[in-house]
Each structure stands twice: as C-alpha cells, then as structure tokens.
DNA sequence: AGGCAGGTCGGTA
DNA sequence: TACCGACCTGCC
C-alpha cells in the first residue's frame, strides 16, 4: 500500500474539525469520498511525525495517479511548517488543533455539506451525509442524482432537512451543468466566487466561504461562524491575509474546546 | 425543559 | 446599512 510520511498532520483531528462531512470511520481507519473518488486511509504516528497508508476503498493498492490526488486532496504538498510558522499562533491554540489542515475538497461536496449544515450541529449534519452518501453508493450525488433523489418525498423527508430541503433543491438545479467559475481560471478573485455562489438560495456569506476555503481552495478565506465571531469579540483575534482559513480552522478548533468546558 | 447548533431570509427602521 | 424574528430538527 501506498505510504506517506506526513509532519503537522492528523487524520483524526481533521475529521473532528467540522470541515468534512465524506469521511466514515472504519474499523481502523477513514472511508473517503471526494467527488466520484473514495479511498481508504489510516495514520501510524501522531500530528508531529507519522505515517499515512493511502489504499483503494476496496483495499487494494492504489497506482501513482490516484496517489497524486489524494496527496492533493490532504493538503500535504502544502508547506504548513511555513503556514503555521508565519501564522505564529499561541501554543495553547496550536496543541488544541495539532494536525489540522485544510483539506482540497471537491467543490460540490462542500456545497452539499455546509447548505445542510446551516443552523444545525456537526452530529446532525454528519447523519444527513451519511444517508446521501449511502444514496450515492459511497460518494455524495452529484446534482442530477441529487435532484432526482430529492424528488422522491420519501427519501427527501427521511433525510429531515427541514427548511434546507429548498435550498438543496435549488443548489442540485443549478449546478447541473454548472461549476464555479474557479475551477477554469485562477484569476477569479475570492469575493467574486463568493458573489456567484451566494446567488443560490441557502447559500449565504457563512456556507459561500466555507465552499471557497474547503472546496475552491481559497485559504485567505475565513468563515463566521458563531465561534468565529465570539473569538472576535472576547479575543480579539483578526485574520492573515493569506492563510486566514487556515488560521480560522484552529481557532474554531480552540474555541470549541474552550466551550465544552462551560 | 429549553436554549442552542459551523445561518439565511424577508421585513423594518 | 444594520438589526430582528422565524425557521425544521434534535443534541446536550
């Protein structure tokens, strides 16, 4: 199997991090789906210093082009040594996060996942995933599927989406034949993505950021969320202009935990 | 028991 | 522009 040895890295604290909803757990280790891909992976090691063994979903190995992919997809051909370097945030915030990165998803993924998401819990929102991956044979649907799947009334309430049933709806028509215009040119600016997604009805500045920094790959990106804002107002933290999701990601991770206590 | 959860929308000032 | 209540559902 394919193995890769992996610094500031942990698949757990990625998958606990709120910002991916593809991921089961297996006996040892994640089932994956980004778009129509799935991949099986486990780690030896921790977030310091460790292994990742990256195989086939059905165990096999995988060859050196799928390889490439998920290396992507895992942040790891990006230098968080330097990130997390120049980010300089307090050691009681990096050991909280430790490993966390921000992974590549596939844009569609995270637009079906955070207009679920919205005024919900990670608890929830993972359940609904889980029914709509199992719809879609391990991989999330993509619009046409997903559209004909929320046709059927009886899967469409079974997934208890509540007022976001429209708003999926609305998403799964719009992108049949639709993508974001990031994925064909690099000069698209962040507020324009931004601007483009928020024309669909559900997808408001909090979901449109999380699907730029999760699934468009813009890490100045920084979405405000209740924590978010909260570390604002009691903490006055403010954002780096380049790798601000980065940075939001363990803040929110630091909040969070701050939070469970009280 | 009931506030709150990784928000958005439409209405009001 | 800024603020407010409503809104499906169910966790904690």
Redesign the pocket.
Known sequence: MAAIETTFFSLDAIAA???VFTWQRTEDGWLVASGKRRCLLSQEGDAEKGTVCVRRANGDEVDANELTYWHHYLALDTDYVKILGELAMPEEVMDVGAGIRVLAQDWWDTAVS??V?????????Q?TMDALLDAGGGCAPGPHELGGLLANDAFA?SL?????RP?LEALAGRAVGWHPARLDRRDVTLAESMAEL?E???????????IC?FGLGYLEA???????K?AEREHHVTWDARWG?IQ??YV??WM?EK??GK
């Not at 998401?117 to 929102?125: D, F, G, L, M, Y």
């Not at 208890?160 to 976001?164: M, S």
Request: proline share 6%.
């Open positions: 991090s709120g910002q955070f207009v998401s919205q005024n919900s819990n990670i608890v929830r929102i359940r309430t208890k989406l509540g007022y976001r708003y928020e669909s009805p559900g997808i408001g500045p909090k979901v449109a950021s999380c920094l920084v979405p405000h969320d209740t924590w978010i909260r999701g939001q990601q929110f991770a969070r939070g469970r």
